[in-house]
Each structure stands twice: as structure tokens, then as C-alpha cells.
């Protein structure tokens, strides 16, 4: 299944949606209501509907299956996508990014490989969605792009093996690990990166379009990946390079740390970045990332008034 959070006229209108013979948009609640009567908060928010488990997942099947004998006559729960506004796909507790987990990108970041996943956390309000704009902020002129296969945790957690890792997991987005070149260094030659300027400014973690379900998604470590600004190639890899695979960072994030449903780690980048091309995001650009079997997730980059 492909999911996703969305609302029709006012934000605080959030719905789970699906995508329907690759095209449309089918309105959960909206067919619940029609079919059953008042829908359940699982079909009002996807972190909700993860947290529901598997009977939230027969709900969902369920309701598809009844739609399809009623098709004809529901049209109205049939959305395009140009009609709904994109919500951050999922609202977790917690975004974890692993740095240099491409050797390529480890290269052009002018860093050592490493033998442990490197980890840093993204605010959580720093998420947008589909279509939502990026800001240049006022105190950085190097706003650059990460494209990223995210997993989505499916159910809580703590001293994940390896080997259980994929229970965990709920499926997949993208994610786009916006950067600010520019402050990525400390003020004091005794630190290294400064995290807090370097990757949590506003606007700075574009994710979605849409969750797509593990059972949909075999093997994550074999996706084309590729992120465009105006057409143009910038970054082109496959997430078979990386070097800490998606087991390995469940397991190490959830040493002593819970994880709950919802909650995004995104594993890391190919080359091509700004950093070490030089290129960064300009003012009325448009960026474009793709994921093969995912889709696109689409944002304009505007200045900060």
C-alpha cells in the first residue's frame, strides 16, 4: 500500500489517504463515513493508524475491498492529487539521520570512513511535506540537498537485534536532509559540526509523498535514488552502496533508546551534494527527489522575508 496525510480545506482536517490504481487518492475517512458512520481516529492521522497495528492495517484492507464492489457509486471518495494538500507523512516522536553512509559522499564531505553508524537528530517541526516550500534563511547563503530512503517505524521497540530489525518496520519515504553548508562548522576549533545550524533551521526536512509498506518494498537496499533541481541530474545512486545497512542502524538506534511507531530514521546520502559540487539551492528553485518504487517529493525553495 501506498499512504498518505492529507487535508481538503483546513489543516486541522488531517486524513489518511491511499493511492488507487496509481492515480487517484481514495479518502479513507470520507469512504468510512459513507459506508459505516463516524471513522476512527486511525484514519485521521497515519501515525495513529501505525500505532493501531495490524487490526488498523484489516481496517484499511477491509475498506478497500469494500470500495472496490461499490466503485461506481463512490466517486466522491476518488481524489486528484493536484486537490489535497500534503501533510508530513507521518508526525513521530523522533527523525534520526546517519551521517556519511555513503563512501562517495564520505569522499566529498572530506570525511574518514567510519565503523559505526555516525547519528544526529532533526527537530521535529523542521518536517514538511510534499510541495511545501524550503527556506533560504537569512543567516545562511548555502542551503543545500540530501536525497534520502527513510524507514518508518512500525511498533515500539528497545534492543532491536539485527536480525528482528524488519518486524519493526512499518515501510518507507523520502526524505531530504536539507543542509546549511555555510554552518556547519563550530565557532570553537574544539568542536566539529555544529548540528543545531548545520541541519535544524525551518523548512529543513522535506518527507512523503506517501509511506509505502514494507510487503511493497522486498528489498530497500536495491532502489534507484536521484534528486533534481530544474531538471538538472544532481544526485544518482542506488541505495545498494550504503554502508551501514537498515538492520544495523535499527539495531544501533534502539540501544537504549525506545523506538515508537512513527518514528523516522533516514540512512543516509549519495554524492553529488552541494558540498561537494559546489552547486547550492537558489531562489525559486525546484527540487525534485525520486525513490524507486516510492515515488516524487517535490518542494520550491523560497527566501526567508
Given at each position: ?143 543545500d540537498h540530501e536525497i534520502e530512503l527513510a524507514v518508518i517505524i512500525g511498533k515500539k521497540g528497545k534492543y532491536i537485534s539485527a536480525k528482528e530489525a524488519y518486524d519493526y518496520i512499518a515501510g518507507y519515504t523520502i526524505f531530504n536532509d536539507v543542509s546549511f553548508r555555510d ?45 533534481e533541481v530544474n531538471g538538472e541530474v544532481r544526485q544518482q545512486g542506488n541505495t545498494s552502496s550504503m554502508i551501514h545497512k537498515i538492520p544495523e542502524l535499527i539495531e544501533y538506534v534502539s540501544r537504549g533508546i525506545t523506538l515508537y511507531p512513527g518514528d523516522v530514521i533516514s ?39
Open positions: 500500500m501506498k499512504l498518505l496525510s492529507f487535508y481538503r480545506g483546513s489543516p486541522k482536517d488531517s486524513r489518511v489517504g491511499l493511492v488507487y490504481k496509481d492515480s487517484k487518492i481514495l479518502d479513507l475517512p470520507y469512504l468510512y463515513e459513507y459506508l459505516y458512520g463516524t471513522p476512527p481516529d486511525w484514519l485521521t492521522d497515519l501515525t495513529k493508524l501505525l500505532k493501531g497495528g495490524s487490526p488498523a492495517l484489516k481496517l484499511v484492507n477491509d475498506l478497500i475491498n469494500d470500495f472496490k464492489k461499490l466503485e461506481s457509486n463512490l466517486v466522491g471518495a476518488l481524489l486528484d492529487e493536484d486537490s489535497v494538500t500534503f501533510l508530513p507523512v507521518v508526525r513521530p516522536k523522533k527523525v534520526f539521520c546517519v551521517a556519511v553512509n555513503y563512501s562517495e559522499h564520505s569522499k566529498e564531505a572530506g570525511s574518514a570512513s567510519i565503523e559505526e553508524p555516525y547519528i544526529f537528530m532533526k527537530r521535529i517541526d523542521t518536517l514538511i511535506a510534499h510541495k511545501q516550500p524550503i527556506l533560504i534563511p537569512k543567516i545562511s547563503s548555502q542551503v554552518l556547519r562548522k563550530h565557532s570553537s576549533p574544539r568542536y566539529n559540526t555544529n548540528w543545531l545550524y548545520a541541519k535544524n533551521l525551518d523548512t529543513a526536512s522535506p518527507i512523503g509523498p506517501y509511506l509505502v509498506t514494507k510487503d511493497e518494498i522486498p528489498d530497500p537496499h536495491n532502489l534507484t535514488i536521484k534528486l540512512t543516509g546520502t549519495p554524492s553529488g551534494t552541494g558540498l561537494g559540487t559546489g552547486k547550492f539551492l537558489k531562489e525559486g528553485d525546484v527540487m525534485v527527489g525520486y525513490i524507486e518504487r516510492i515515488g516524487r517529493l517535490e518542494n520550491r525553495i523560497i527566501r526567508e522575508q
